[in-house]
């Protein structure tokens, strides 16, 4: 099967040759250039995968204003794969398929256009999901984002054929990008691959972002890989960790140091591919060069943890796997079919995103960062977990100091900043 069109197929035969796949998230809106970066991508001496990201315009289904922005000569901040003649498409990725998956990454909970044009340009592998390329990214109603995406992996699953297997990434584990606690980030990446499934894939992928504290995070992925061979039996299933997706250190070695812990933490959590970001993360859009500079220093650090026996391996506790199974648990006995699931769940508050603001969020959770760095709950508000630790009300400036913790502590508290 050619594995740049089965793309859970690749990542598979990384993985059994003790490979660990590292991608960036890259994404321009000149065709020649995306094109160019793919290609420095699959030439790099590493397991990688390549990744065109959509523009914003595109995300939010605006393509009067993708092609108003081109007429005037602006840089787009992706790939505008829906309003790009199709015959452009192909020819980014013309001979590129055959050996190097590509995954197209939009963040946008109305995606049959995108799926639409990227199938039938010949890609057939993206991410998202009813619920986390919703609440973050929209106002659109959960029940539409639900049906939308019902349909997505519908059309996905119709384009497998001899040679394609589509593959479809579930956001869950990433969602508000930082300050929530894992166990919530594991059950909705469960439970949207339990949708990916319902609707007829058979290659997924869940995620998980990397965030504030590295045991925690080891025992989030040993807990995403139990529970993953628990409810996804009988399909190809992989894990995919994110470095950390909140306020991004400013200074080069702050960057590195973050990055190089996420490596670590790839090696250390057993994850099967790796969303790699570049020293110039806070700044603005990576060059293709500090890409592919990122994921050869990925996949050293990677290959360098790995051969470090000197590492904890053992020692790792199961409440975040009870956790997240108690909330898994929680939405399926609402009902069978997992977009009702989902639905009901967030609507009884048996799930509840901290600081999200999308109208059909319960907005009851509140989480924080506890004195030993592990993300805690101050208040559970109506899911079934331990009651929350809090007994005053988040101030602004904790709040703030949160956002900022990582970056303050991989850069070092900055004059006049925050500490």
């Keep these: 099967m050619s594995s740049g069109r089965d793309f859970g197929g690749f990542v598979r035969r990384a993985r059994a040759q003790g490979e660990v796949v590292v991608q960036p998230r890259m994404g321009f809106g000149d065709p020649a250039r995306m094109r160019s970066g793919l290609i420095a991508v699959a030439a790099a001496p ?32 992706g790939y505008p794969i829906v309003t790009a003649r199709r015959r452009t498409t192909e020819d980014v ?66 384009v497998r054929g001899p040679g394609i297997e589509p593959h479809l ?37 869940l995620s998980y972002t990397q965030q504030t504290n590295h045991e925690q995070d080891r025992e989030a992925l040993r807990a995403l890989r139990v529970l993953a061979g628990e409810y996804l039996a009988g399909i190809d299933w992989h894990i995919v960790l994110y470095t950390y997706m909140g ?23 057993h994850a099967d591919r790796l969303i790699v970001k570049t020293v110039a993360e806070a700044h603005r859009i990576p060059t293709i060069a500090e890409n592919t500079r990122a994921l050869l220093d990925a996949a050293a650090d990677i290959t360098a943890a790995a051969a470090d026996r ?16 108690t909330l898994i648990e929680a939405a399926l006995e609402l009902s069978p079919d997992a977009g009702t699931a989902l639905t009901e769940a967030l609507r009884r508050g048996y799930l509840d995103v901290p600081f999200c603001l999308h109208p059909d969020n319960p907005g ?12 805690a709950w101050l208040s559970v508000g ?14 602004s400036a904790a709040l703030l100091a949160d956002l900022a913790h990582v970056a303050v502590r991989f850069d070092g508290p900055q004059p006049g900043g925050v500490r």
């Design 46 to 77: 590493a397991a990688t995968a390549g990744t065109i990201t959509v523009d914003s315009y595109t995300r939010l289904g605006d393509y009067a204003g993708v092609r108003a922005a081109l007429a005037a000569g602006e840089r787009l901040n």
């Design 93 to 158: 990725v013309r001979g590129l398929l055959e050996e190097f998956p590509i995954q197209v990454r939009h963040g946008c909970p109305t995606p049959l256009d995108i799926v639409r044009a990227m199938t039938g340009a010949g890609l057939f592998a993206t991410e998202g999901g009813p619920l986390s390329y919703c609440l973050p990214y929209s106002r659109t109603p959960v029940s539409e984002s639900v049906a939308n995406w019902r349909r997505t992996c519908e059309l996905l699953a119709a």
């Design 169 to 205: 990434e579930t956001f869950g584990g990433c969602l508000m990008g930082q300050l929530c606690p894992p166990e919530l980030l594991i059950a909705v990446s469960v439970l949207e691959a339990l949708f990916f499934r319902q609707h007829g894939l058979r290659s997924v992928s």
């Design 247 to 269: 306020v991004f250190p400013r200074t080069a070695d702050g960057a590195r140091s973050l990055s190089h812990q996420a490596a670590r933490l790839a090696a250390d959590g």
């Design 310 to 325: 000197t590492r904890g391996t053992d020692g790792c506790s199961d409440t975040v796997l009870h956790d997240a199974h």
């Design 364 to 375: 009851r959770a509140v989480s924080r960062i506890a004195a030993n760095g592990r993300l």
């Design 382 to 395: 109506s899911m079934p977990l331990r009651p929350g630790t809090g007994t005053t009300p988040l101030t």
